[in-house]
């Protein structure tokens, strides 16, 4: 059974650093790329970032860019996700999930809560 | 603010279809096949429905169905059912490896 499953989540002061990991289960990690995905308080979601299979490519949402690092061990089976100067505004249940293809993720994990608040 | 648009809310009758629609651009939407679809209930994982634009993953019922014309694509629900009460996000590929979500629609089943 295909899992993926976040943790690391907290409260952080503003201008503070948070590492989110996500475990993967069921299915050969390296084979795909991962993303991570939020939802701030009452919003949407918003893509963060993506990483392939390798590790070798990654990309970040614009706001996103410098601060946050995306990053993946396929021995571990596990994602990363180093996040820095965190604001307010990053807020949000984070999800890490499966990308398959067209650019769709079809395994969610339940997410990971960070509340950035001083 | 959201790069793609949906109507915050959508409702309809057990039995009866309802459509959601996505509207974005010709960089986004109307740019490429890869429209996907998610259903999520608060509180819990989100879930796949529709990839590029109208493919089902296993498991979906096919009443639910995807479309695009243009900028716009659309996630039609057919025959209501209660527990197709839930947000709907739609996605789209926005070009060098950028992805796009829409702001959501909550649909209510009356």
């Known amino acids: 059974e295909v899992q993926v499953v976040e943790s690391g989540g907290g409260l952080v002061k503003p201008g503070g650093s948070l590492r989110l990991s996500c475990a993967a289960s069921?299915?050969?990690?390296?084979?795909?790329?991962m993303n991570w995905v939020r939802q701030a308080p009452g919003k949407g979601l918003e893509w963060v970032s993506l990483?392939?299979?390798?590790?070798?490519?990654?990309y970040y949402a614009g706001s996103m860019k410098g601060r946050f690092t995306v990053s993946r061990d396929n021995a571990r089976n596990s994602l990363f996700l180093q996040m820095t100067s965190l604001r307010a505004e990053d807020t949000a249940v984070y999800y890490c999930?499966?990308?398959?293809?067209?650019?769709?993720?079809?395994?969610w994990g339940q997410g990971t809560l960070v509340t950035v608040s001083s | 603010q959201s790069a793609l648009t949906q109507p915050p809310s959508a409702s309809g009758s057990p039995g009866q279809s309802v459509t959601i629609s996505c509207t974005g651009t010709?960089?986004?939407?109307?740019?490429?096949?890869?429209v996907s679809w998610y259903q999520h209930h608060p509180g819990k994982a989100p879930k796949l429905m529709i990839y590029?634009?109208?493919k089902r993953p296993s498991g979906v019922p096919d009443r639910f169905s995807g479309s695009k014309s243009g900028n716009t694509a659309s996630l039609t629900v057919s025959e209501l059912q209660a527990e197709d009460e839930a947000n709907y996000y739609c996605?789209?590929?926005?070009?060098?490896?950028?992805?796009?979500f829409g702001g959501g629609t909550k649909l209510t089943v009356l």
């Open positions: 999930a499966r990308l398959v293809g067209g650019y769709a993720s079809d395994y």
């Open positions: 069921g299915f050969t990690f390296s084979d795909y790329s």
């Open positions: 990483i392939s299979g390798s590790g070798g490519y990654v």
């Open positions: 010709s960089s986004d939407v109307g740019g490429y096949k890869y």
């Open positions: 590029e634009v109208n």
């Open positions: 996605s789209s590929y926005a070009g060098s490896n950028n992805l796009e």
